[in-house]
C-alpha cells in the first residue's frame, strides 16, 4: 500500500485573453499548489487565456476572435516551456486546459499532462466542442483518444494512472467507456466558469448549470470508480465587460466557481471555496487514498467484472486524420533506352 495522494484542484480567475499574464498567474498558481503539500495540480477547461464566453451572448465577433487566436497556447512555444518548468521546478504534476493555436491559427480546446520532471506525457483536443463553441473551435481526431498516461509520483506514492476529459464530453457515454477502460484512478473533469440554477423556471438548461456539471463529475466518478478532480474558472465584472457577455448565458454575472473533489464512489469529499456567489479564488485540496477505488472496484467495475463483452462492446478508431494523405505507395521513374518506365519502391 502507498501513502495518500495530495491533490489540486484550482478555482482561480485567468488573465482573461492575455496569454502571458494567464501564463505568469498559472505558474505562481503551480508553485502555490506545491506550498501547499500537492503532487497534482489541475485547472479548468481553457485556463488560458479564459473560456472564451462571448460565443453564447453572440457567435460572431471578429476583433474578439482574433485576439483570442493570437493569445491562445502553442504547444512548442516559450510559454509552453514556462509551465513545464514551473512542473519541474516544483516537482508536481500538472494538467492544463487551455486554447490551442495550431501553426495554421485554427484553435482547439486542449488538455496537456505534464510530469512532476516537466514532460509533456500527453496532449489531447476535445473530439466535439460543444455547441456555440464550434464557431472557434476545431475537432479533434483518433488520437485525442490517448487520454489516460500513467505518472510515477516516486517510491512514496508509486505509479498511478491520471485522464481527462472536457465540460460535456462527460455526456457521451461511448467516450467516457473507453477512458475508464484505460484504468485511470485520477481523473480530471474540465469545465468552464459555471452559475448556479436559478430554478425551474430558468430559461437554460440545468445540465448546464452548476448543479448539472457537478452531477456529470459525480456520476463519472461513479462509473469509473475513479477519484475525479471537478475544476471550474471564475468570472468578475471585470472580465465580463472585456468579453462583453452580460447578455450572455455564460459569464453573464460574477462568480462561476464550484470546484471539488469527487470520492469513487461519487461523494463529494472538499467544502466549497467561499458561499457560492460572487468571485471565490481559491485552491480545492484532498489527501487521496488509492486503495478506495481498489475497494470500490470490488463492487463495480464496468470494464471488469460488471461488463459483458460477449453481448456488448465498443470499437474504436484511434487513426489521426490528416489534412493531407498520400495516396498509393511511392513510384520512382528510371529510363531504358528513352523509354520510361515506372517502379514502385
Not at 500500500?1 to 498567474?25: F, G, H, N, W
Not at 473533469?189 to 448546464?208: C, E, F, N, Q, R
Not at 472580465?239 to 462561476?256: F, R, Y
Request: net charge negative; aromatic share 6%; hydrophobic share 35%.
Amino acid at each position: 500500500m502507498t501513502s495518500p495522494i495530495r491533490v489540486a484542484a484550482v478555482q482561480a480567475e485567468p488573465v482573461y485573453l492575455d496569454l502571458a499574464a494567464s501564463v505568469k498567474k498559472a505558474c505562481d498558481l503551480i508553485g502555490e499548489a506545491a506550498k501547499g503539500g500537492a503532487k497534482l495540480v489541475a485547472f479548468s477547461e481553457c485556463w488560458l487565456p479564459g473560456y472564451p464566453a462571448w460565443i453564447w451572448a453572440r457567435p460572431v465577433d471578429v476583433e474578439m476572435q482574433t485576439r483570442y487566436i493570437y493569445n491562445s497556447l502553442s504547444l512548442r512555444s516559450p510559454e509552453m516551456e514556462l509551465l513545464k518548468a514551473a512542473a519541474k521546478e516544483h516537482s508536481i504534476a500538472v494538467v492544463l486546459g487551455f486554447s490551442e493555436q495550431s501553426p495554421t491559427h485554427s484553435v482547439y480546446i486542449s488538455q496537456a499532462i505534464i510530469s512532476p520532471q516537466g514532460e509533456v506525457l500527453t496532449h489531447r483536443r476535445k473530439l466535439k466542442p460543444t455547441h456555440m463553441e464550434r464557431t472557434i473551435f476545431g475537432d479533434g481526431s483518433g488520437g485525442d483518444l490517448n487520454n489516460v498516461v500513467e505518472i510515477d509520483f516516486g517510491p512514496e506514492h508509486g505509479k498511478i494512472k491520471v485522464g481527462c476529459l472536457a465540460c460535456w464530453e462527460h455526456t457521451q457515454p461511448l467516450l467516457k467507456y473507453h477512458t475508464i477502460s484505460q484504468g485511470e484512478t485520477i481523473h480530471v473533469a474540465m469545465w468552464p466558469p459555471i452559475a448556479p440554477s436559478t430554478g425551474v423556471d430558468d430559461p437554460g438548461l440545468w445540465s448546464m448549470s452548476a448543479e448539472g456539471c457537478q452531477n456529470l463529475s459525480q456520476t463519472y466518478a461513479i462509473e469509473s470508480a475513479a477519484y475525479v478532480l471537478h475544476t471550474t474558472a471564475v468570472c468578475n465584472q471585470e472580465s465580463i465587460e472585456a468579453l462583453k457577455t452580460q447578455e450572455g448565458i455564460v459569464c453573464c454575472k460574477p462568480g462561476g466557481g464550484h470546484s471539488c473533489v469527487i470520492g469513487p464512489d461519487g461523494r463529494r469529499l472538499t467544502t466549497p471555496i467561499g458561499d457560492g456567489t460572487g468571485v471565490n479564488e481559491g485552491i480545492v485540496y484532498a489527501d487521496l487514498d488509492m486503495g478506495r477505488t481498489v475497494a470500490t472496484r470490488g463492487f463495480l467495475d464496468i470494464v471488469g467484472h460488471y461488463s459483458r463483452p460477449d453481448l456488448l462492446w465498443l470499437g474504436v478508431d484511434k487513426k489521426q486524420k490528416e489534412v493531407v494523405v498520400g495516396v498509393g505507395p511511392p513510384v520512382t521513374v528510371t529510363v531504358d533506352h528513352g523509354k520510361e518506365s515506372r517502379e514502385e519502391v
